[in-house]
């Protein structure tokens, strides 16, 4: 009787640091997400006298515009953070904020309800940045030592 020994190899360096970029992004826009949804509420409490739930009734397109700022921006800046160039970045913001297209045209044509809007878009941003990221694979799974140091200008 013969015995095969199989070796099984965990995830590699470049899987975990694709992984982990990826996981940063998500809480990047998470924390983005509540902490300037929460100043969107207020500003909208002032302006309108409505706080952000009654947004998502009233001024649907401006509320989902505001979550994709509010998840995006907090993102880029995290990307660039890291080294990350201009153009990745806005490579990554207009994946996020291109499904918001057909989102609002299903709206506007009364195919799909304010609710439906605001969970397709927390449905599709993530696969879009997903789908940036294996495109980029190289780049997403790189350490970030080889990019370049942090720079707004």
């Not at 996981?23 to 952000?52: D, S, Y």
């Not at 947004?55 to 890291?82: E, H, I, S």
């Not at 696969?127 to 980029?136: G, K, Q, T």
């Amino acid at each position: 009787m013969e015995v095969a020994t199989v070796h099984v190899k965990g995830p590699t360096a470049a899987t975990r640091r694709f992984v982990r970029h990826f996981a940063e992004m998500l809480l990047v826009m998470m924390l983005g997400m509540c902490v300037l949804g929460g100043a969107f509420g207020a500003l909208h409490l002032l302006v309108f006298g409505t706080g952000f739930a009654q947004a998502w009734r009233d001024q649907v397109g401006l509320a989902v515009l505001a979550m994709a700022f509010n998840m995006t921006v907090p993102m880029v800046l995290w990307m660039r953070y890291r080294g990350h160039s201009w153009e990745r970045g806005g490579e990554m913001a207009v994946a996020m904020t291109l499904p918001l297209i057909p989102l609002l045209a299903l709206y506007f044509a009364d195919v799909t309800p304010a609710r439906g809007v605001l969970g397709g878009q927390m449905m599709l941003m993530v696969p879009a940045m997903l789908a940036v990221m294996l495109y980029r694979k190289d780049e997403y799974s790189a350490p970030h030592s080889t990019h370049k140091r942090f720079r707004l200008a």
